[in-house]
C-alpha cells in the first residue's frame, strides 16, 4: 500500500497563492470557496489551501516538509526555481547542506507558509 502526505495550507487570498505558485510551475487544479489545489506536473509535488482571511505572513506558523530521493534532486529543483522572481517578503533560500547529510531549501510564501524542501542521502540498512 502507498500513501502520499499533502500539506494544507492557509490562505488570505487564493489569487494571490495560485499566482505565487504559479511561478515556481504549478498550476491550479481545483478551486472551491473554501479550498483550493495547485500542483507542479513535472516533479509531482501538491499543494492545498484553506481559506483563512486573518491569516498574517508574520505571524504564520504553519510549515511542511517536501521530500526527495536524494540530496541531487533537492538541488535539481532549487536550480529549476532559481530564476524565479520571488517577491518581498517572500523568500527561497539558498540550498544548504546539512550536518545529517540532507541538502535543504525552503520557500515562505506571501502569506508567510513555510514550505521546506529537502533530500537525503541514500542509508544502508
Do not use: K
Not at 29 to 49: D, K, N, S, T
Amino acid at each position: 500500500m502507498q500513501a502520499e502526505t499533502i500539506p494544507i495550507l492557509p490562505s488570505a487570498d487564493f489569487d494571490v497563492s495560485a499566482s505565487f505558485w504559479a511561478g515556481f510551475g504549478f498550476v491550479e487544479i481545483g478551486r472551491w470557496p473554501e479550498y483550493l489545489i495547485v500542483r507542479h506536473p513535472a516533479l509531482e509535488i501538491e499543494l492545498h489551501f484553506w481559506s483563512d482571511a486573518t491569516v498574517d505572513r508574520w505571524t504564520n506558523d504553519v510549515a511542511c516538509y517536501i521530500r526527495f530521493g536524494s540530496p541531487e534532486e533537492a538541488v535539481a529543483c532549487h536550480a529549476r526555481w532559481a530564476g524565479v522572481a520571488v517577491p518581498e517578503p517572500a523568500r527561497l533560500s539558498a540550498p544548504q547542506a546539512e550536518s545529517w547529510g540532507a541538502v535543504e531549501f525552503h520557500v515562505i510564501d506571501l502569506h508567510g507558509n513555510l514550505v521546506r524542501l529537502g533530500g537525503f542521502p541514500a542509508t544502508s540498512d
